[in-house]
């Protein structure tokens, strides 16, 4: 059973903390059904590229080069937007060329983003499984390194370095609240847990990919109908996530609907001037619905991942 531990998540830390921003972190209040409710928010849609995917795409793409199988044919990745973007942002950094493959329902500002920073884009299939298979041929034909968006032991590190960052600026034990597609940010945040954290992963009523594998009691496909699919549309939760919270104790599941995720999008935007994705809006109506409530004893950080969208959406 393959899982990403601490140590990985620290070698992933000290390989791109050079290269990437340091997000901060915002100690606010939010309106929530039971009133006011103080958060800290980890700003990470403030990332290059606006989402937190550079950090595994960097972390992946720079330890195959130290091992010294990335080739002239660069990067490859299938991914619906953002993993894309974070592939992009890798592939400049270390110098290399980067191939997407993408879901023709992809927003346009994503694939726009895209095209501006020099990817090689292929717009491919409707769901995110058909770009996967359209990849998986073309990287073994190309010879490029293949970043799964969500399912690679790399990829799940680096955005656990996440985690790390919320325990040096926040004290005292966390309730972080996450969306979740695939699950790697999930997954990484789970390597990073101590005594007395929690994680909630929270997903849309009609992509609940992992609500549904803990029901079943092991991943299970599901059927995509949210309005936060183009981020969080994987059809089947990943390996590394089902291998890191089956059984854990630590690790709460909860589903909010489509009309609770634009509330929670739009309040962010009212009430503090920002603006995220349907999907990162997700994690934010866990706390805003009343499904996700403070404890005394910890303090609920909300991971705001991606804001690669537009206020007109």
């Known amino acids: 059973m393959v899982t990403v531990v601490p140590v990985d998540v620290d070698l992933a830390r000290a390989a791109i903390t050079p290269h990437l921003r340091r997000t901060p972190t915002l100690r606010t209040a939010i309106d929530t059904v039971d009133g006011p409710v103080e958060v800290v928010l980890k700003l990470e849609y403030a990332q290059l590229g606006g989402c937190f995917k550079p950090r ?96 690679l032991p790399d990829v799940v590190a680096g955005a656990g370095t996440i985690g790390l960052e919320n325990i040096d600026d926040v004290p005292g034990p966390l309730t972080t609240v996450v969306c979740v597609g695939g699950g790697g940010l999930l997954a990484g945040l789970t390597a990073t847990l101590r005594p007395g954290d ?60 489509d009309d609770q995720i634009i509330a929670a999008r739009r309040m962010l935007w009212d009430s503090h001037r920002i603006l995220v994705e349907h999907g990162t809006a997700t994690a934010v109506a ?28």
């Open 56 to 151: 595994g795409s960097l972390w992946a793409t720079l330890h195959a080069r130290d091992q010294g199988i990335l080739t002239d044919a660069g990067v490859l990745v299938a991914s619906g937007g953002n993993a894309a973007i974070g592939a992009t942002v890798a592939a400049r950094i270390v110098g290399v060329p980067v191939t997407v493959v993408i879901p023709e329902t992809a927003p346009p500002v994503k694939i726009d983003a895209l095209r501006a920073a020099g990817a090689r884009i292929h717009l491919i299939g409707r769901r995110y499984s058909e770009a996967a298979d359209a990849a998986e041929e073309l990287a073994e034909r190309t010879g490029a390194l293949a970043l799964h968006a969500y399912d």
């Open 198 to 257: 929690r994680i909630v992963g929270v997903e849309p009523l009609g992509a609940s990919c992992l609500h549904q594998a803990l029901a079943a009691g092991t991943p299970v496909p599901v059927e995509l109908e949210s309005v936060a699919a183009d981020s969080l549309g994987a059809t089947r939760v990943g390996d590394l996530c089902w291998n890191a919270v089956a059984g854990n104790p630590a690790v709460g599941s909860v589903l909010v609907t």
């Open 286 to 313: 866990g706390v805003v619905s009343g499904l996700v409530r403070p404890q005394p004893d910890s303090t609920l950080c909300l991971v705001l991942c991606g804001a690669n969208t537009a206020l007109a959406v």
